[in-house]
């Protein structure tokens, strides 16, 4: 059925394009301005017809018209000019500049609308500035795109999706993702089934004003993704292809080396002795001496010519200097990747006339992750169909496919298992492979290296996660499907009568995606061999469909009063299913459950709805003055009956002073826009304690409990019919100006978010049995400024010249939480009344005592007044870690006090090179992986190289308190690094053969370009990556990678 669903789509669009081609004759042309630059981008039209096509490179177009027909021409910034075709084959066509244009178009919800009129706050991606980037997934496109979006470096994992923040944080336990739509319908599938190169543009809402009309999700901002269709015009073929390597975007940290760990452990053993246990000097040199073999393996000295006892010289502390190291493996390069190899192919054909349209695109994508055996495969495919039978009625369709398939790695965080956190943190005397005294490989029957198990190895002994990493597969495997279509009643012509501007829509789209995902543990090593092995497998399936209806009406009249109106109703619906099962007591080598002991099974359903109704008015006088009006009510499944419809609305408004009488002799002001807006958004997005979307949160949850023979159910989460939505009151003010033609261009906004009756857990009295119960009880408010420049440095009939500098400033502050529980201390985070989200809440390290080596922290404690009896605080220093970690402090938080950007583009005749970087300065990161190696708790794990100017004896200056390996350490600011960062996100250096050479060869145009991404991140610590996420810390997880690819771009 599929397959003839395509095959007929196919034919339509071929007939439709071949039919497009009989009726009309070739014209070929170039746009260019009056310098004779060429104007790339301008649309160009058959006057009086539907039929039209945009210039592409060096402003050069070829369209179908008829002979005795006039084509009109446009581009922003330009006046429309008309031309008559006199029967010509080619022409030139000169634009002069109208300074007093901004007639530049943007996507807006359910609809678009002009940048002049806009009065909310919205930024647009073009797709060329997406191309650049060398990603699987787009969202990891958007950093350093839009003033006030954050992105994050999210995993390494090929195919993974960044996490995106628009103008802060939305939420403390709810959803703060925006909300993606694509091609005008809410999307809930993932980013990484969207081809990149299949999006012509991307639009990102930030505000009220912009994202009301979204109520219930649009709270933390709407992400607009439209992709490509067919347009008018010749047929044109397109055919990319990129072939390039990654390898590890952040580099190691400086980690000792053999004869550096070696010491260490040494001078731990003595100082354990002298400082701890009172041995004499010279007795606590011998002990050193003599316990470095029971502490880190008899059988891992690395060195071939001495023994361990015998190793380090008693008097010195160092390593003899004629000891000879019988191997030297790195953990991290034997899993890693110097040049994973990427390729991507992609094909496109569009075209049509003034009835039929459409475009077919077809991709593949097979990336090799920097992670050995790590893989991402996509293939995709989209088709789009428009036509217009009658000016007073249109339709169309597009759909994507999307097959991926993942190779990934299983475990994350501080496990032995994963395999970032053992090669990360593993000792470099130990081997990776079996070896034998001299430190040969011992090879197997078959000649193949041996893992070696590290029987006694003090840590991560009878394991090596390497070898688990390569026997115990993790694959998942995605078939995606999204499809919309539409029909559009009404017309904007004069025809149409009294009826002109009003029509009439109705929208419906599916999006459906089913997951299979496969986990194997080996029966031979590793966590699952005394169970015989086991293999988990899940199946994982949703559906949503929405289905709107619009009425709008747009018109002018007497060319001063602009009315544009909306009325719609949409319903969206979404199920989830998922089914689960593991066994164990596998067949070697079988993949299959077929014959082993069943240990788990279980599944379960889930769905949601949301019914609204909503409305738009905006209104323009003279060009100069606009208002506007939205308003939305939704009801959601996820609250009681009572309480599950939500009004949310928004009002704005703007104005143009650079249309002003006694603005308009300034020529070289092109455009002066004040705007300002106000509403309430809505957030339904619950969340579970593991981060999972829960439909039911007004609804008391039960789990199943069961002894084999009986069954009985027990309270998961109390009901509370009383819940209902987040609020988010949003304000924006800005200011936007154009100067000197056009070549200068500058935006100024602040906002203040301030997020209303938040969902937490309210505490309930230990006698109730309960902890705690889902209510409304929180504040929080998010304010910033935005800033935009574009500048247009040089402007000449061969080269051009444009720089583009963002940035952003973010604050935030907890207002209020619930008067039971204050304040809410996760680990090392609090958040508290009256400090922004997440702020670290630690003990103050104080430096290091120059007489014993300990390291020092403030502390505090209340102190009476024997006169008067008030209670003070007082401040003392002690080297007590029971005081210390009694005595926490606020230390500040992720947020950075400034973000950002800064991009260029450069064109010289057919060359052509763009850069983009990003910044942020200020804030902090708790820098988990260098705390593990600064103060290691095991014998066997790694040290830092800072850990060697640590203290030695009395009198020594210095930050690092001496070395004991295994003593326990506090969570302290002594590792509260400055997260700032300068990142060189994408190099492409590109050339564009001469037309004529082009047409020699039978090609339209064929471009080659080189595009590096990931290109450099300078931090205050080499190894640290502060991109990681946005609440500040690290850990051992897929690091990004850094990417260089060559690609090829032709057009037919």
């Known amino acids: 059925m599929v397959r003839k669903l395509v095959l007929s789509l196919i034919a339509v669009l071929g007939g439709g394009m071949l039919l497009a081609m009989a009726q009309s004759r070739q014209l070929s042309g170039t746009v260019v301005d009056q310098a004779g630059s060429p104007v790339v981008g301008a649309t160009v039209m058959v006057e009086g017809s539907t039929v039209g096509t945009t210039t592409g490179a060096g402003g050069r177009f070829t369209l179908a018209v008829p002979a005795d027909g006039t084509l009109q021409v446009s581009f922003i910034g330009y006046q429309t000019q008309s031309v008559p075709v006199n029967g010509r084959t080619s022409v030139e066509i000169r634009l002069s500049e109208d300074t007093k244009a901004i007639d530049e178009v943007l996507v807006v919800a359910y609809g678009t609308a002009k940048k002049e009129s806009f009065t909310g706050s919205a930024a647009v991606i073009k797709s060329e500035n997406l191309e650049k980037r060398v990603v699987s997934n787009v969202s990891k496109a958007l950093d350093g795109q839009v003033a006030g979006v954050q992105t994050t470096s999210g995993s390494g994992q090929p195919g993974s999706e960044a996490t995106v923040a628009i103008r802060g944080f939305g939420s403390i336990s709810a959803s703060s993702s925006p909300l993606y739509v694509v091609d005008g319908i809410a999307y809930s599938g993932s980013i990484s089934a969207i081809n990149p190169d299949d999006i012509e543009s991307i639009t990102v809402l930030k505000d009220a004003s912009a994202g009301a009309l979204y109520g219930a999700r649009g709270a933390n901002g709407v992400i607009v993704i439209n992709t490509k269709r067919g347009r008018e015009g010749n047929v044109e073929v397109n055919f990319k292809a990129t072939l390039g390597v990654s390898s590890r975007a952040i580099p190691d940290y400086d980690l000792v080396n053999q004869r550096e760990f070696v010491e260490l452990n040494w001078q731990s053993l003595y100082n354990t002795a002298y400082f701890t246990s009172g041995y004499t000097d010279a007795a606590a040199r011998a002990y050193a001496s003599s316990r470095l073999s029971g502490t880190l393996g008899a059988n891992y000295n690395p060195f071939k010519n001495y023994s361990w006892d015998n190793l380090v010289d008693p008097a010195t502390g160092k390593v003899r200097a004629d000891a000879k190291s019988a191997w030297d493996e790195s953990w991290i390069d034997n899993v890693t990747e110097d040049a994973a190899f990427r390729q991507e192919y992609q094909a496109s054909v569009s075209g049509g006339n003034n009835v039929h349209r459409g475009s077919m695109s077809l991709s593949y994508l097979d990336e090799d992750g920097v992670l ?47 395999v970032f956190y053992t090669a990360q943190l593993m000792a470099p005397i130990y081997p990776v492979y079996m070896k034998d005294e001299n430190g040969n490989n011992l090879l197997d029957a078959n000649g193949k290296k041996q893992f070696d198990y590290g029987e006694t190895r003090p840590q991560d002994n009878n394991s090596n996660a390497i070898a688990g990493f390569y026997d115990d597969p993790t694959t998942n495997t995605t078939e995606s499907l999204s499809a919309r279509t539409y029909l559009t009643f009404g017309s904007d012509d004069e025809r149409a009568g009294a009826l002109q501007g009003l029509k009439g829509t109705v929208n419906f789209g599916v999006d459906y995606s089913i997951s299979n995902n496969m986990q194997y543990f080996n029966r031979e090593h590793g966590n699952q061999a005394s169970n015989g092995g086991l293999i988990y497998k899940y199946n994982y399936r949703y559906m949503t469909y929405t289905f709107n209806q619009l009425i709008t009406y747009d018109r002018t009249f007497a060319d001063r009063h602009e009315v544009n109106a909306l009325l719609g109703h949409e319903f969206y619906s979404y199920e989830q299913n998922y089914l689960e099962a593991s066994r164990s007591g596998l067949v070697e080598g079988i993949y299959e459950v077929v014959g082993s002991t069943i240990n788990s099974a279980s599944s379960l359903t889930k769905d949601h709805r949301i019914e609204s109704y909503f409305a738009r008015l905006n209104y323009g006088f003279d060009h100069k003055y606009y208002i506007d009006a939205s308003w939305r009510t939704d009801g959601s499944s996820r609250f009681a009956p009572d309480t599950r419809w939500g009004h949310f609305w928004s009002v704005g408004a703007s104005w143009r002073i650079s249309q002003e009488k006694f603005m308009r002799d300034l020529s070289w002001l092109d455009n002066l826009t004040l705007k300002a807006s106000y509403g309430v958004q809505g957030n339904e997005g619950i969340l579970d304690s593991s981060g999972y979307d829960n439909f039911y949160g007004w609804q008391g949850y039960y789990d199943i409990n069961s002894t084999g023979t009986d069954y009985g159910f027990s309270v998961a989460q109390l009901e509370n019919a009383g819940l209902t939505w987040e609020k988010n009151s949003n304000v924006n003010v800005g200011i936007e100006a154009s100067l000197f033609g056009n070549r200068l261009n500058a935006s100024i906004e602040y906002y203040n978010r301030k997020t209303m009756d938040m969902i937490l ?142 991009g260029s583009t450069f064109q010289w005749k057919g060359l052509d090179f763009s850069i983009l970087t990003t910044y942020s300065i200020g804030g902090k990161v708790n820098e988990a992986i260098y705390s593990s190696t600064m103060n290691p708790f095991y014998y066997g794990q790694t040290f830092h190289k800072h850990l060697t100017r640590a203290w030695k004896q009395p009198g020594d200056i210095t930050d690092v308190p001496r070395v004991e390996v295994g003593t326990s350490s506090i969570s302290s600011d002594r590792f509260l690094v400055d997260a700032s960062y300068f990142s060189i996100k994408n190099i492409t250096i590109g050339y564009t053969i001469p037309e004529k050479a082009a047409n020699y060869i039978g090609m339209k145009s064929v471009r080659v370009y080189c595009s590096m991404d990931n290109l450099a991140l300078f931090t205050h610590l080499k190894g640290m990556n502060p991109t990681y996420t946005l609440t500040g810390s690290t850990g051992f997880v897929y690091t990004p990678s850094r990417s260089f690819v060559a690609g090829l771009d032709i057009k037919f």
């Open 372 to 418: 050995k055996t790590t893989n991402f495969q996509r293939y995709t495919g989209r088709v789009s169909y428009d036509t217009t039978p009658k000016h007073w009625f249109k339709g169309g369709m597009n759909a994507n496919f999307a097959h991926a398939k993942s190779n990934t790695n299983r475990y994350t965080g501080s496990s032995n298992s994963n």
């Open 761 to 902: 857990e309210r505490p309930m009295a230990f006698s109730s049995g309960f902890e705690s119960y889902l209510d409304n009880i929180g504040e929080m408010r998010n304010s910033g400024w935005e800033i935009t420049l574009n500048g247009m440095l040089i402007k000449r009939p061969d080269m051009r010249w444009d720089v583009t500098v963002m940035a952003s400033t973010q604050s935030n502050k907890v207002l209020k939480l619930t008067p039971e529980t204050p304040e809410i201390i996760d680990g090392s985070t609090i958040i508290r009344e009256g400090l922004p989200i997440y702020t670290y809440y630690m003990s103050k390290f104080a430096g290091v005592d120059p007489a014993t080596g300990a390291a020092l922290y403030y502390a505090y404690k209340d102190v009476t007044d024997e006169t008067t009896g008030e209670t003070r605080r007082e401040e003392y220093i002690t080297s007590d870690t029971s005081e210390a970690s009694s005595s926490r402090y606020t230390c500040g938080s992720r947020i950075p006090d400034l973000f950002g950007s800064i």
